[in-house]
C-alpha cells in the first residue's frame, strides 16, 4: 500500500466550529488530492496540490481552504464547518499523470 | 462539459457468475482510463489503459478500453464473494491532473 495516512480517522463537530483534517505521505509524491465521497455523487475532487504552496480549485471547493507547506503533508480546513459537509474525505497521491492512491478515508459528522 | 457514465449503478449476482461492467466516457483530450475496486474503505486501484484493443488482466479481472467507441469494460468470472464493492471508473485528461470519477458501480455476490 502507498504510504498515505490521514487524521483524524474519525470526527464529530458542531455547525461553525473550524476543522482541519490533515494527509500525510511517506511516497515523495508531488501531487496530492483532497476529495469528498457521498451517496450518489461519486467522488468529488476538492482541492489539488501540485507542489509545496501550489494548489489549485477542484469542483466543490466552496468552504474548503487548503495549505501545503511540506512535500509530505496536505492540509484541509473548513473555516465554518456545516452540515452540508458532514461526509467521507479522501486524500490522495500521484506522480504526474499517474494513477492515484487513495488514503484511508476521514469520517467526519457535522451537527 | 466532462462526463464519466457507469452502467449499471447496481448487480447482484450469484456467486460463480461472470459479471461486466460498463463505463462510458466523454471528455476532452483524453489520456487514460482507470479502474478502482472500493470496498468499506478507499478506492484500490485496479488498472490503467491508455491504449484501445489492448486487454489487462490480472487474475479473474480483466478490462479493456475501446478508443472510438469511447468505453471500457471490467469483467469479473468466477466471482466470489469477496468481489462484493464499489468499482469505480475514472478518466484522467492530457496535460491535466484531475480525474473524473463515474458514480460507481455497487456489485453484490451472493453465496
Known amino acids: 500500500d502507498a504510504g498515505i495516512t490521514q487524521s483524524p480517522r474519525h470526527k464529530v463537530t458542531e455547525t461553525g466550529t473550524p476543522v482541519t483534517l490533515r494527509c500525510h505521505q511517506t511516497?515523495?509524491?508531488?501531487?496530492m488530492y483532497w476529495y469528498r465521497q457521498d451517496p450518489g455523487h461519486g467522488l468529488r475532487l476538492i482541492h489539488y496540490?501540485?507542489?509545496?504552496?501550489?494548489?489549485d480549485k477542484g469542483e466543490v471547493s466552496d468552504g474548503y481552504s487548503v495549505s501545503r507547506s511540506k512535500t509530505e503533508d496536505f492540509l484541509l480546513t473548513l473555516e465554518s464547518a456545516t452540515s452540508s459537509q458532514t461526509s467521507v474525505y479522501f486524500c490522495?497521491?500521484?506522480?504526474?499523470?499517474?494513477?492515484?492512491?487513495f488514503g484511508p478515508g476521514t469520517r467526519l459528522l457535522v451537527l | 462539459e466532462d462526463k464519466v457514465v457507469q452502467s449499471p449503478l447496481s448487480l447482484v449476482v450469484h456467486e460463480g457468475d461472470t459479471v461486466t461492467l460498463n463505463c462510458s466516457y466523454e471528455?476532452?483530450?483524453?489520456?487514460?482510463l482507470l479502474w478502482y475496486k472500493q470496498e468499506k474503505k478507499a478506492p484500490t486501484f485496479l488498472f490503467m489503459l491508455?491504449?484501445?484493443?489492448i486487454e489487462k488482466k490480472s487474475g479473474r479481472l480483466s478490462s479493456i478500453l475501446d478508443k472510438k467507441e469511447l468505453f471500457s469494460i471490467l469483467n469479473i468470472t468466477a466471482t466470489q464473494t469477496g468481489d462484493s464493492a464499489v468499482y469505480l471508473c475514472?478518466?484522467?485528461?492530457?496535460?491535466?491532473?484531475?480525474?473524473?470519477f463515474g458514480q460507481g458501480t455497487r456489485l453484490t455476490i451472493n453465496p
Open positions: 491508455t491504449s484501445s484493443g
Open positions: 475514472a478518466v484522467v485528461k492530457q496535460g491535466a491532473q484531475k480525474l473524473v
Open positions: 490522495a497521491i500521484s506522480e504526474f499523470q499517474e494513477t492515484q492512491y
Open positions: 471528455v476532452t483530450n483524453f489520456r487514460s
Open positions: 511516497e515523495n509524491h508531488r501531487y
Open positions: 496540490s501540485y507542489g509545496v504552496k501550489d494548489t
